[in-house]
Nanobody, 115 residues
Framework: QVHLVESGGGLVQPGGSLRLSCAAS????????MGWYRQAPGKQRELVAT???????NYADSVKGRFTISRDNAKNTAYLQMNSLKPEDTAVYSC?????????WGQGTQVTVSS
């Protein structure tokens, strides 16, 4: 089993920045991709950003230009640098990894953007 632990969430003011981390452990052999999703109360989970093993990235239109996903393959860790945060970014952010066609999810970390 692949185990994911997110960290770095918290409370920030609009316009502020936050960096999330996702550390993967367990049965790690070959992670094809890692990504971040978020879910706000009463809303569906939505894609935030993904990054492949080769470094290709994909972003939701709502965060493009503000968020940056990165990956340290040696540490099996993904990061999400969030800049220019907006109140609508408030959500539980969850990390996901894909390995051998299976997806694994972390427990999530709360990000709150409020004055």
């Amino acid at each position: 089993q692949v185990h994911l632990v997110e960290s770095g969430g918290g409370l920030v003011q609009p316009g502020g920045s936050l960096r999330l981390s996702c550390a993967a452990s367990g049965s790690i052999f070959s992670i094809a991709a890692m990504g971040w999703y978020r879910q706000a109360p009463g809303k569906q989970r939505e894609l935030v950003a993904t990054i492949t093993k080769g470094g290709s990235t994909n972003y939701a239109d709502s965060v493009k230009g503000r968020f940056t996903i990165s990956r340290d393959n040696a540490k099996n860790t993904a990061y999400l640098q969030m800049n220019s945060l907006k109140p609508e970014d408030t959500a539980v952010y969850s990390c996901t990894v894909r390995q051998f066609g299976s997806d694994y999810w972390g427990q999530g970390t709360q990000v709150t953007v409020s004055s």
